[in-house]
């Protein structure tokens, strides 16, 4: 006779495993942000070096690529943390940090957890790659805007302060921290609902 109830359980426990297709895909692009992060960073020393002449002065376009290499670091990180994040919550929720030899502060304890330091880093990527377009921009002399143009370019910052507004509005109330893997304290008796004290 087949056990329904342990097929299910099995069924749906190994379903977990197909979060192995994310996570393996965060850290090939994590890697990938790494190493274009590292050709921005050789760019810049190329360029100033060189004196690669270009549409902007060579301190400037310095400055430009060692920015888009700053925001590929950034998009690798966040591609790392989600990484280990999807790793911890769905294939080893049971492990502690020191058993899968990562440190304290990059265990997460939950999907919310989670969301929020995503949230927060890509606030910052945000900001990075607007500070590259305004400098772009800005480097080649005073650029002459009509309206279209500057709501355009107003997009970004805008888009940065509406996500940072709706993450905080988020975090007005917060849950209250858990750790996986602990037991569940039971109630006491007279906490119940339906059970007198002594009872």
Avoid: C
Wanted: aromatic letters at 10%; proline letters at 7%; glycine letters at 8%.
């Amino acid at each position: 006779m087949v056990d329904w109830k342990n097929a299910e359980r099995r069924l749906l426990y190994g379903t977990r495993l197909v979060t192995l297709a994310a996570v393996i895909s965060s850290f090939i692009g994590s890697l990938l942000m790494f190493w274009l992060g590292l050709v921005n960073t050789w760019r810049a020393f190329v360029t100033q070096i060189h004196d690669v002449e270009g549409s902007l002065p060579v301190d400037d376009l310095t400055v430009i690529h060692l920015i888009g290499a700053l925001d590929r670091f950034l998009i690798a990180i966040v591609l790392m943390f989600f990484g280990y994040g999807i790793y911890v919550l769905f294939v080893r929720p049971e492990a502690t940090p020191a058993q899968l030899g990562l440190p304290e502060w990059l265990h997460v304890d939950s999907i919310g957890q989670l969301k929020q330091t995503l949230a927060e880093v890509i606030i910052i990527v945000l900001f990075v790659l607007f500070l590259r377009v305004a400098l772009e921009t800005f480097a080649a002399g005073a650029p002459k805007f009509d309206w279209q143009e500057m709501l355009g370019f107003l997009v970004l910052p805008l888009a940065i302060v509406l996500l940072a507004a709706g993450l905080k509005l988020a975090q007005l109330h917060p849950k209250p921290p858990s750790r996986m893997g602990e037991p569940l304290r039971p109630a006491e008796p007279s906490q119940r609902p339906g059970v007198e004290p002594g009872q």
